[in-house]
């Protein structure tokens, strides 16, 4: 028994008692105004629509501005609706929107805020909390936003004018001795025309200036797809710098594959790492081009998360088991240990073009890159933006 129902209880046995009038009537329109305030207060939450209005992806740092658009849509006025909106501590610009406001019946309001993502993450907008009451404080009803909104924030992109790999470029297009096609971009010398030769491919000026025909020679090349292989086995990494050594891998990998794909160059994605939002462990996706596979990708990386998934050296090849022959393979690793590099050599006896990126520091990486020479590949220790830098090439 609640105090209301105790106070009805006690002035109607008064009322009996004493054979008051005024305290039946008090009785009466205190029980009436009781049930009228319950049963309209009770019918108010079902007949909220409230929704957000916002841009569910964001890049690092840019502000999202947030509209919570709420309606009324009963012919019973609300007096008063609280909403009380919850943030991640890595989207809130400050505290949490908290407002009072009063609706009439079938109006429709908007509530305004900016939310900033800090890291990059798939986060939960809500649950935004309800609370609503009547005039006398009679009764309360709570409730909840029943459908879920989440934003998206990708993961930092450092751009990168040229990324200097010698002959292990890992931007897709490497010099072949085997004629696929000519490239047009690497003019190599000029020769005298033959029949059949493409008209394009003459050289009008050297014609002109050595009285003969003369057209470009051009080098061959082959296009090669790259697959970046990022390894976000919890156990592999140091238990002191799993956190900032899989957050830089996955700022490698995204930075990487912006560049790629600005190089027009095809560009896949795989990694042994969890996705909240399907709940894959393991999963590949295959190599594309162009603008829209790069925003596909970015998404999948501000959403995988560090977890105790299959071993790498393990995952790997059977990941790998579908590339056509030379792929460039990236493996972005923590350490480099034995394992992966037996690993990477099996890819090199396939025919692939694997490439060891280490993200932890070692103290004794001049010898594991050595030893990723002898078995045919190149290592890159990079723990940081400064080793990141030393990639770049000036053009």
């Not at 008064?14 to 319950?38: E, S």
């Not at 909106?85 to 009072?100: H, I, W, Y």
């Amino acid at each position: 028994m609640n105090d209301m129902t105790l106070l009805f209880v006690i002035l109607l046995v008064i009322a009996i008692l004493l054979r008051l009038d005024f305290v039946f009537y008090l009785v009466y329109v205190g029980v009436g105004t009781y049930a009228l305030a319950r049963w309209w207060t009770a019918r108010n939450l079902p007949h909220l629509n409230v929704r957000r209005i916002y841009t569910d992806h964001a890049f690092l740092g840019q502000t999202v501005p947030v509209s919570i658009e709420i309606e009324n849509a009963s012919w019973w006025p609300i007096p008063w609706l609280r909403i009380d909106e919850t943030l991640s501590s890595n989207l809130s610009t400050g505290s949490p929107l908290r407002q009072v406001l009063s609706l009439r019946p079938r109006e429709k309001t908007s509530l305004h805020y900016e939310i900033v993502g800090r890291q990059r993450g798939f986060y939960d907008l809500g649950p935004a909390l309800l609370t609503t009451g009547d005039l006398f404080g009679f009764a309360e009803a709570q409730g909840r936003v029943a459908r879920p909104d989440h934003l998206t924030v990708y993961p930092r992109v450092i751009p990168l004018a040229k990324v200097d790999l010698k002959s292990r470029s890992p931007y897709g297009t490497v010099k072949s001795q085997e004629r696929i096609f000519a490239d047009p971009a690497r003019v190599s010398g000029k020769r005298d025309y033959q029949p059949g030769d493409p008209l394009h491919d003459i050289d009008w000026k050297s014609s002109a200036h050595g009285a003969r025909l003369q057209v470009k020679k051009y080098d061959p090349a082959v296009s090669l797809t790259t697959v970046i292989f990022l390894d976000l086995n919890k156990p592999e990494y140091g238990t002191q710098l799993s956190y900032q050594a899989s957050e830089w891998g996955i700022e490698i990998a995204a930075s990487l594959a912006n560049y790629l794909i600005t190089q027009r160059q095809s560009v896949g994605l795989a990694s042994n790492g969890s996705d909240p939002l399907t709940g894959a462990q393991q999963w590949v996706i295959p190599a594309r081009g162009g603008r829209v596979h790069l925003m596909k990708l970015l998404e999948w990386l501000a959403r995988v998360q560090l977890a105790d998934t299959s071993p790498f050296s393990e995952w790997l090849p059977r990941a790998a088991m579908d590339l056509a022959w030379g792929t460039t393979v990236i493996v972005i690793h923590p350490s480099g240990d034995d394992a992966t590099c037996r690993t990477l050599h099996g890819l090199v006896r396939a025919g692939l073009n694997p490439i060891l990126i280490v993200t932890e520091p070692q103290y004794q990486f001049g010898v594991l890159r050595e030893r990723a020479r002898r078995l045919g590949f190149p290592a890159h220790l990079m723990t940081d933006e400064r080793d990141l830098k030393r990639w770049k090439v000036t053009r």
